[in-house]
Each structure stands twice: as C-alpha cells, then as structure tokens.
C-alpha cells in the first residue's frame, strides 16, 4: 500500500509589477513588485464616499506594500470626494490626480511628498485648506493650483514657509491665497 498524500499547499506569489488590486474603492496598481519593500500607487478611485484616506500600506494577497503614489487622473473629476487625507509614505501626487474634484475642500498631505504634480488640483473650485506636514517637498508643477477657491489658505511647516512660498509662487492660484 502507498502512503497517503498531503495536498500541497500553492506557493504565495508576489504581485508582479503593473498588477492592480483594487481594495474598497481604491484600485491600486503595483510599483515595485518585493515581498519585503513592494511599493503601490493609487491608480483608480471609485470614490461613493466624501471622505478618503489614503493609507500608508495596504495587503495585497498578503503581502504589504507601501502606497507611495497617488497616479495621473487617480481622482480626476470625481465629484463625491470633499477630503482627502494622504498619507505618510506618499511621495508623488501625480499630475491631474485631483483635477476637476469640484467638491474638493480640504486636503492633508503626509511627511514625505516631494513632488506635486501639473494641474494636480486645477479646478477644485471649493479647494479652501490644503495642509502639508512635509519637509521634503522639491516641486510642484505649472498649473498645480489653478482654480481653486480664491481665499484658500496652505499651512506649511514653519521651517520651510519661505521655501514653500517661492515654491507654489505662480502655480495658477489668485494672489488672494494665502
């Protein structure tokens, strides 16, 4: 007589780069495909709530990534979303991610983006609080904040009010934003 067999358990793979996963309303599209430093970014948002956080990781068929991006068009003219709240492994906002969210009202950016995409918030007309804990930001494209409400306020850190105010000088904002 043989001896009985033990099914095998399939091997877990890791998602490959490109593959997207989509998680609650998120569709996120795989950077650096790594069991132990994957990196993601948001591709696609089906957003039915007004609220959205983006978080620092998400599991992906059990493996955590990074969410370090938040991809071209990610949110473009989404008209639910009214706060975004990014989060702190973020590095780039892609150009028009926020394009066009004309319920956009406040949005809070984590600790290490560096760069905020072209037209990122073009015409988010009720855009009145945008709050940003990095240090590291190095760039924000032309047209980042054409259109958004005439009296929004930016709250930077301290140590890099001048920086950031040369920065987002020109950026298609009124001079009344302050």
Not at 62 to 91: E, L, Q, R
Not at 116 to 129: N, P, Q, R, V
Request: include cysteine; aromatic fraction near 10%.
């Amino acid at each position: 007589p043989t001896k009985p067999t033990t099914p095998t358990k399939p091997k877990q793979v890791v998602p490959k780069k490109n593959t997207k996963a989509t998680i609650g309303y998120i569709t996120y599209k795989v950077t650096k495909s790594s069991a132990k430093s994957g990196t993601v970014e948001v591709y696609k948002v089906k957003a039915k709530k007004s609220k959205v956080t983006i978080p620092k990781t998400v599991k992906i068929k059990g493996y955590t990534f990074k969410v370090t991006s938040i991809g071209k068009n990610a949110f473009k003219k989404n008209k639910k979303v009214k706060t975004v709240v990014i989060g702190d492994y973020v590095k780039t906002i892609g150009s028009n991610a926020f394009y066009g969210c004309t319920k956009l009202k406040k949005v809070t950016i984590g600790k290490r983006v560096t760069t905020i995409g072209s037209k990122a918030f073009y015409k988010c007309t009720k855009l009145k609080s945008i709050t940003i804990y990095s240090t590291k930001l190095k760039k924000v494209g032309k047209y980042a904040l054409k259109g958004i409400y005439k009296k929004a306020v930016i709250e930077v850190p301290k140590k890099k009010y001048k920086a950031y105010k040369k920065l987002f000088k020109k950026k298609g904002q009124k001079s009344t934003v302050k």
